[in-house]
């Protein structure tokens, strides 16, 4: 199992990259592979701000918790359709670009490490996109308890998350085993790091969360990313 010092460096990582780190998803510096690429990229990343937008629209007065909320790429969309949001990370560096640039009343922001937080209340959306990779495969059944633990009875998880595709990562990013579980990432000085990463499939991650007394229905786009919800199944049957 990853130690807790690769859970500790997860942290530090993303500190130390806040303000770089919207670079990733916006295809820009050591991520920019080419106008061709970045633009397959921005296509399926389209899709997936669709989905979770459509998905929302449809639980639009709800209360939501936003998991690993990061600088605020999906805050921004979760923020203007539901009643209250709560973001949660446990970098206060990413929390304070996240709270500039969503800048909206409803959102309630907590400086936590999820490997620790249990709610203290129940929402009908719990949210998290790019977390679940990060999430060690030992700590994977205890962390859906904590998702369970924070659902509304009729409440649902929504997750995006990295396909396995190596061009997805930094060109300078030594090309990640699928079955790797550990990842060195480097930052824009050089600096480096091992975090947890660990590429889910739909199918797998189904079956992973079927056994734990989950429904999911989960898609992929054509190269880069997993989407969908997940549901506790909420009968005798669950394990
Ligand atoms: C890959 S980023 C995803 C950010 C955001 N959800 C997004 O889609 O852009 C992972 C986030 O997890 C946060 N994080 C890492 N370890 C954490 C922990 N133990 N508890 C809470 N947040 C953590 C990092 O600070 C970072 O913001």
């Given at each position: 199992?990853?130690?807790?010092?690769?859970?500790?460096?997860?942290?530090?990582?993303?500190?130390?990259?806040?303000?770089?780190?919207?670079?990733?998803?916006?295809?820009?510096?050591?991520?920019?592979?080419?106008?061709?690429?970045?633009?397959?990229?921005?296509?399926?990343?389209?899709?997936?701000?669709?989905?979770?937008?459509?998905?929302?629209?449809?639980?639009?007065?709800?209360?939501?918790?936003?998991?690993?909320?990061?600088?605020?790429?999906?805050?921004?969309?979760?923020?203007?359709?539901?009643?209250?949001?709560?973001?949660?990370?446990a970098s206060p560096e990413v929390l304070a670009i996240n709270r500039a640039r969503v800048a909206a009343k409803n959102v309630d922001y907590v400086e936590a490490?999820?490997?620790?937080?249990?709610?203290?209340?129940?929402?009908?959306?719990?949210?998290?996109?790019?977390?679940?990779?990060?999430?060690?495969?030992?700590?994977?059944?205890?962390?859906?308890?904590?998702?369970?633990?924070?659902?509304?009875?009729?409440?649902?998880?929504?997750?995006?998350?990295?396909?396995?595709?190596?061009?997805?990562?930094?060109?300078?990013?030594?090309?990640?085993?699928?079955?790797?579980?550990?990842?060195?990432?480097?930052?824009?000085?050089?600096?480096?790091?091992?975090?947890?990463?660990?590429?889910?499939?739909?199918g797998a991650l189904s079956s992973r969360l079927d056994a734990l007394g989950w429904s999911a229905k989960l898609a992929q786009t054509a190269s880069y990313f997993?989407?969908?919800?997940?549901?506790?199944?909420?009968?005798?049957?669950?394990?």
């Amino acid at each position: 199992m990853p130690g807790d010092d690769i859970l500790r460096d997860q942290i530090e990582y993303y500190s130390a990259r806040a303000g770089e780190y919207d670079e990733w998803w916006f295809r820009k510096g050591r991520y920019d592979r080419g106008a061709d690429f970045n633009a397959r990229w921005h296509a399926e990343a389209s899709v997936v701000e669709s989905a979770i937008d459509e998905w929302l629209t449809h639980r639009r007065h709800g209360s939501a918790v936003e998991l690993a909320c990061g600088t605020g790429l999906f805050t921004r969309r979760l923020a203007p359709k539901v009643t209250h949001l709560t973001a949660i990370d446990a970098s206060p560096e990413v929390l304070a670009i996240n709270r500039a640039r969503v800048a909206a009343k409803n959102v309630d922001y907590v400086e936590a490490d999820l490997f620790g937080w249990r709610p203290r209340q129940r929402y009908d959306v719990v949210f998290f996109s790019f977390w679940l990779s990060h999430v060690p495969d030992e700590l994977f059944a205890s962390f859906w308890e904590t998702v369970d633990a924070a659902l509304a009875p009729d409440g649902a998880a929504y997750l995006i998350d990295s396909a396995f595709d190596p061009s997805s990562t930094a060109k300078d990013h030594a090309l990640p085993r699928r079955d790797a579980g550990v990842v060195t990432r480097k930052l824009n000085d050089g600096r480096e790091f091992r975090i947890v990463k660990v590429f889910w499939a739909p199918g797998a991650l189904s079956s992973r969360l079927d056994a734990l007394g989950w429904s999911a229905k989960l898609a992929q786009t054509a190269s880069y990313f997993i989407y969908g919800e997940a549901q506790p199944r909420r009968d005798a049957g669950r394990a």
